[in-house]
């Protein structure tokens, strides 16, 4: 298989996705029993816009090819956070990835940067999975409206964001009027409509032009704290955007990010101490947020997205290099800590976008905060993949809530202070060594359960889903 992605045009995208259909009865994979259906009419609000989940990938390998996104929505996610574009992008960016680049047999680690598209071809994707999600949404019965949302995720730094290129993209998300991908994806749709059973020209006509009037800003580690300022401020003030701001687990502090890996588990996770002087501090992060949180008052408004990934040693030859980013099981303790430490900070009142070992474990509990949305990136690189996000909407679908209504201050100290004995984020609870087998697998059928089910780990909640 090659590394490089290669997008195709929108008219194999969509012959693909009906005739798999067609033939197979599932498109990108996902079987047509897998399809998630919002049957109890809650929903959630944000920015507006109503949408039947609160739940969707990061942004990350799981959203950046069309039809990536196109699985994930089939599968659940409501919220989709769009992987990130830069300045540096394409071939250009490839050869600064290593392979592999992922290893997520437990906790996860990655060497991944932003999109290795180009920024324009990214932009494509993006629009082509916009188009394509309307129209199967309504082919299939999946929802009679709109009832999803993308995010926009764009760094690393202001001179970067305001380059032509990435200010094309923002503003082509805002509105695809006129560009190319968008009128002749429409086009494509009303020329096929006849291969349709539901979808009708009014529905390929009321497409909406806007694809995304929010964005998450990514900053690397070590950006000093006024250029975060004069990103999020420019993106907010200059782009009319709704605007994320990504903080990262090193806002904890190096003693209680150790005390807190140690205490449960991981302490052969190796890390010192030279990221968390470099990046952004706690007092300063509290400080440009009060400054940020007085355009809440205004039509757009700013969020805080817990947390980026972590940075750690490359000791046991994990993946090629020096440095990894740790995401998953492990980077849940240090996520929801710092998600508490703001929560009491600004007395429940900041709202807060999750992501960081999000699962099926724990997602009611983050929702039940006051958090959301919530994406996942580790758990959708287990076996299963896409069609998780189905179990993580389903465990959500009946505690929606249409307005946000603030972090339970009290919930949430509690909650952090008994973590450490929640045997599910111990790594004794559950060590894994390579699931790679023998057994031929196809493209799709890529995983298979343990000959004895009594090898796999369950979920309690879920006893016939298994976990890993």
Request: charged share 25%; proline share 5%; glycine share 6%.
């Amino acid at each position: 298989m090659s590394e490089i992605m290669r997008p195709m045009p929108f008219d194999q995208l969509m012959n693909w996705a009906l005739e798999e259909y067609r033939l197979e009865g599932r498109i990108f994979g996902i079987q047509k029993e897998k399809f998630y259906h919002n049957t109890s009419g809650s929903y959630m609000e944000i920015f507006g816009e109503r949408l039947s989940s609160p739940v969707g990938p990061a942004a990350g390998p799981n959203s950046q090819l069309s039809q990536n996104i196109i699985a994930a929505y089939l599968a659940g996610s409501r919220f989709v956070e769009l992987k990130t574009v830069q300045n540096m992008d394409g071939a250009e960016l490839r050869a600064c990835v290593a392979r592999p680049c992922i290893n997520a047999e437990d906790e996860g680690y990655n060497v991944e940067w932003s999109t290795e598209l180009t920024v324009q071809q990214a932009y494509e994707e993006y629009v082509k999975a916009w188009l394509a999600i309307h129209a199967l949404a309504k082919e299939f019965d999946i929802s009679s409206e709109k009832d999803f949302a993308f995010n926009m995720s764009v760094g690393y730094d202001l001179d970067g964001i305001k380059l032509e290129k990435i200010d094309s993209y923002i503003e082509g998300m805002k509105d695809a009027t006129g560009r190319p991908v968008f009128e002749d994806g429409k086009a494509w749709l009303l020329d096929n409509i006849s291969r349709f059973n539901n979808l009708t020209k009014e529905d390929v006509n009321s497409i909406s032009s806007q694809i995304s009037g929010s964005v998450t800003l990514s900053t690397l580690h070590g950006c000093p704290p006024e250029e975060i300022e004069r990103i999020a401020k420019y993106l907010l003030e200059e782009k009319h955007v709704h605007t994320f701001v990504k903080c990262n687990p090193t806002l904890l502090g190096y003693e209680t990010a150790r005390k807190l890996l140690d205490g449960m588990g991981y302490s052969y996770i190796q890390f010192y101490d030279h990221h968390f002087n470099a990046d952004l501090q706690y007092a300063d992060a509290v400080s440009m947020l009060h400054r940020l949180k007085d355009y809440a008052k205004r039509e757009i408004c700013p969020l805080v997205k817990i947390t980026n990934t972590f940075p750690v040693d490359i000791a046991r030859n994990e993946l090629p290099g020096e440095e990894m980013y740790m995401s998953g099981r492990s980077l849940f303790p240090l996520s929801i800590n710092v998600a508490n430490r703001l929560c009491q900070e600004f007395d429940g009142k900041l709202p807060i976008s999750y992501s960081g070992g999000a699962d099926a474990m724990n997602i009611e509990d983050i929702y039940s905060l006051g958090i959301r949305p919530i994406t996942v990136a580790t758990t959708i690189l287990k076996p299963g993949g896409y069609e998780r996000i189905r179990q993580l909407a389903e465990i959500l679908e009946h505690d929606m809530r249409p307005s946000w209504e603030g972090l339970d201050k009290k919930a949430f100290a509690e909650y952090v202070e008994n973590l450490p004995n929640n045997k599910f984020y111990r790594k004794e609870h559950r060590t894994i060594g390579s699931r790679k087998t023998d057994v031929p697998l196809d493209m799709f059928d890529s995983s298979k359960l343990p000959a004895n089910k009594a090898d796999a780990p369950s979920n309690s909640r879920f006893p016939n889903i298994y976990v890993s």
